[in-house]
């Protein structure tokens, strides 16, 4: 069966760009969560989805906003971009929104 | 402040030798979860710790929760360089809205 899969793999932007990043969940999965790892530290909570509904938000701008589809995929959205956006935006997906299976990561360069 | 507290932050050795790494917290957890992230991958959930006073084994990997379910210990018996990697406790907590929160990790570099 296939992992959690992300897209695109890395990304290179500008600041002030606006980015999309994309997600899809292992089969059968119906929460996603979005995680930012910046250069040094672990996995920061930014949303968490299940079943299209947002289930929670960690402490991040309102630069920040996801949604999630109705086969359960997801994307996150960065609005003006900041440098210190730079880092790997892991996606998880759980089927008992306990047990966490990541995906290998965008990594993000902004500018 | 970090909710998890990781130590060492680095750690370098010999393969074959043996290692401890240290996840240490002021709050009690229902709950602690040890990771494995490789570069260019996502962490791997490695093991979840319950009880307190729970000791699980992992091939040659040994997980253990503290008495007070605080702190989490991970030792690793003769290491080998396919455990390079960094190591990231986790816990649920409901100061941050029940969700997942990582400590910092500790990177292991096993030289052969």
């Known amino acids: 069966d296939a992992g959690v899969t992300q897209s695109p793999t890395h990304l290179i932007k500008t600041r002030g760009q606006h980015v999309t990043l994309r997600c899809s969940p292992i089969?059968?999965?119906?929460?996603v969560s979005w995680y930012q790892q910046v250069l040094g530290q672990g996995p920061q909570f930014i949303f968490q989805?299940?079943?299209?509904?947002?289930?929670g938000r960690g402490n991040f701008p309102d630069r920040f906003s996801a949604r999630q589809f109705p086969n359960y995929s997801s994307e996150l959205n960065v609005n003006a971009l900041l440098l210190g956006d730079s880092a790997l935006y892991l996606c998880?997906?759980?089927?008992?929104?306990?047990?966490?299976?990541f995906g290998p990561g965008t990594r993000l360069l902004v500018l | 402040t970090q909710l998890l507290e990781q130590s060492p932050q680095f750690l370098s050795i010999q393969e074959g030798e043996n290692l401890t790494v240290y996840c240490n917290s002021s709050?009690?957890?229902?709950?602690l979860q040890w990771y494995r992230q490789e570069p260019g991958e996502g962490p791997v959930l490695l093991v979840t710790?319950?009880?307190?006073?729970e000791v699980k084994k992992l091939k040659r990997l040994t997980f253990q929760f503290g008495d007070a379910r605080k702190d989490s210990s991970l030792h690793i018996t003769a290491a080998q360089p396919g455990d390079t990697g960094l190591y990231l406790c986790?816990?649920?907590?409901?100061?941050?809205?029940?969700?997942?929160?990582f400590g910092a990790g500790t990177i292991l570099r096993v030289k052969s």
């Open positions: 709050s009690v957890f229902s709950s």
């Open positions: 989805y299940y079943e299209k509904e947002e289930r």
């Open positions: 089969s059968g999965h119906k929460s």
């Open positions: 986790a816990a649920y907590h409901m100061e941050y809205g029940n969700k997942l929160v």
């Open positions: 998880a997906s759980s089927f008992d929104l306990e047990t966490q299976y």
């Open positions: 710790v319950v009880t307190g006073g």
